[in-house]
């Protein structure tokens, strides 16, 4: 696709459920990140993929998050047991191997727990 | 661990007027330093960046001073219109082994009419 692609762009789940989001990042971007916003914060990272390096899991919250990545394409976000604090709008990004490269965007999934 | 220290939180600049936007690292192998704008309900979108061999980059109304000795660089943005209103993060890269982008705490900007 021609950017970051998010989905769903809206959850509502019920606390304690699990819920699973995806990135689909712009193809040939080795990196990429998860970031967690609340309403009217900051961007907090979560956890960055980077070629096949080891991803750098340091801005998890806790062991209920977790983030899978595919080679260089397809990344899921799980959140298990959810609590309400965990709403937020999560976004993705993704860049070229390298110091001077942009980071691009997605959406984001604004996650409600009810 | 806030390794880009961003300020203020937020501005309110009149139409016309200077915004500055200033952050500090502590970090010296950094050595990219870009600036991102998000409007409401958007991923936020690379604004202007520099390199630190520079001091000063400008493009249109936006401006990045650099200070490399103080380990400070400011965004100004000239003649500031009520479309400037965002939340801009500055933000430093890492270009040794992980070259991992980590932002600012953000800003809100309210330009009024």
């Known amino acids: 696709g021609a950017g970051v692609s998010q989905s769903p762009s809206n959850k509502v789940t019920e606390k304690g459920k699990d819920v699973e989001l995806r990135c689909d990042p712009i193809s040939g971007h080795t990196a990429l990140y998860w970031y967690r916003q609340r309403l009217g914060q900051g961007l907090e990272f979560l956890i960055y993929f980077q070629g096949n390096s080891a991803p750098d899991k340091s801005g998890l919250p806790s062991d209920r998050f977790s983030a899978e990545r595919t080679g260089e394409s397809v990344s899921t976000l799980t959140i298990q047991r959810t609590q309400q604090e965990d709403s937020a709008v999560y976004l993705c990004?993704?860049?070229?191997?390298?110091?001077?490269?942009?980071?691009?965007f997605g959406q984001g999934t604004r996650l409600t727990v009810v | 661990q806030q390794q880009v220290k961003q300020s203020p939180q937020s501005l309110i600049v009149q139409k016309g007027g200077i915004s500055i936007i200033n952050c500090a690292y502590e970090n010296t192998a950094f050595d990219y330093f870009p600036w991102y704008q998000q409007f409401p309900g958007k991923g936020p979108a690379l604004l202007i960046a520099?390199?630190?061999?520079?001091s000063e980059k400008k493009e249109g109304r936006f401006t990045i001073s650099f200070n490399k000795s103080a380990k400070q660089f400011s965004l100004h943005i000239m003649d500031s219109q009520p479309g400037d209103s965002a939340t801009y993060f500055c933000?430093?890269?890492?270009?040794?082994?992980?070259?991992?982008?980590?932002f600012g705490t953000g800003t809100l900007l309210a330009v009024q009419p």
């Open positions: 520099i390199r630190p061999d520079v």
């Open positions: 933000a430093a890269v890492d270009g040794g082994a992980t070259n991992k982008l980590i």
């Open positions: 990004a993704s860049s070229f191997w390298g110091a001077n490269t942009e980071a691009f």
